[in-house]
């Protein structure tokens, strides 16, 4: 079973860059997605990458955010660019089981989930 650990989170200013990364403890290619939640809201996906590389994005996320695989390092990065408040909340990333050739940002495609990181977006 393959475990997910989130990093990069932090306290921005508007207008900041962020990377988020999720390091999965094996090398198969899953597929990865990213979620948020901000505190007294529903969760909610924002990105995925498919097992072969195709991308997704939300659209008030899409031509500011890019998830991206580093192959050598297990690892999935989400390049956060332009930040606003908005941006703000707990952010997970989940792996699907399995080869998958398109991924999509519902939940219950995805069975390991990482601890979260929080991103602050404020002046």
């Known amino acids: 079973q393959v475990q997910l650990v989130e990093s990069g989170g932090g306290f921005v200013q508007p207008g900041d860059s962020l990377t988020l990364s999720c390091a999965a403890s094996?090398?198969?290619?899953?597929?990865i997605g990213w979620f948020r939640q901000a505190p007294g809201k529903e969760r909610e996906g924002i990105s995925c990458?498919?097992?072969?590389?195709?991308?997704f994005y939300i659209e008030s996320v899409k031509g500011r955010f890019t998830i991206s695989r580093d192959y050598a390092k297990n690892t999935v990065n989400l390049q956060m660019n332009s930040l606003k408040p908005e941006d703000t909340g707990v952010y997970y990333c989940?792996?699907?089981?399995?080869?998958?050739?398109?991924?999509?940002?519902?939940?219950?495609?995805?069975?390991?989930w990482g601890q979260g990181t929080q991103v602050t977006v404020s002046s």
């Open positions: 094996d090398s198969d290619y899953h597929a």
């Open positions: 989940a792996a699907e089981e399995g080869f998958v050739n398109y991924c999509a940002v519902v939940d219950f495609p995805y069975k390991h």
């Open positions: 990458i498919s097992s072969n590389d195709n991308t």
